[in-house]
């Protein structure tokens, strides 16, 4: 159900949401579902590959593949509540840079990578440019957290393949050895 706001009127509350929260909220009263801690039941036990699926019985292939894929679920949440933060914090380090990418402009001949720099290691700077810096590298590693899910859901579904087709063959085999 989508819900309006009514114009001109003030909402303390929302006043001390940091832009996560206010994106998330928004997107939520337009019925977007985050899959979080809150959706989802993941089996931590779980999300540890055993050494030889072949000898997993079924069921528990499908455990593990539930685990995993709902871990995927929950990273990808995860993700993209890490690109807002990292959105939040460049807005707070380019208005920390700017009087002083200003004042290089002005009253020196530097190229962008050398006011960069400059910029960057000036001590009211370098804390936010590190901080977004923290948060970028942060989404690469999530990123890799995601694609390593994938190849052990690929592991997983690969087992349920090899198995349904091993179960095929031997029921064609029963078949025409039954003729």
Known sequence: MIKTKKKGKFNPKEARLDYLDKIENDLERKGVIFFDEKRLNIEQDLLTLPYDLTDLPAKEI??????FTQQK??????LGRV???VEEKRRVYINVCDPHYRDF???T??????????????KEVKPYYEDFMDF?????????AIQNIEDAIFLLSREVTRRNSDFETENRNYNVGGR
């Open 62 to 67: 499908g455990d593990y593949l539930n685990a």
């Open 73 to 78: 679920m929950y990273l990808r949440t995860l």
């Open 83 to 85: 690109e807002l933060v």
């Open 105 to 107: 402009s002005q009253n």
């Open 109 to 122: 001949k530097l190229s962008e990578t050398s006011k960069d720099k400059l910029i960057n290691g000036l």
């Open 136 to 144: 970028k590298n942060k989404i690469k590693i999530i990123t890799y």
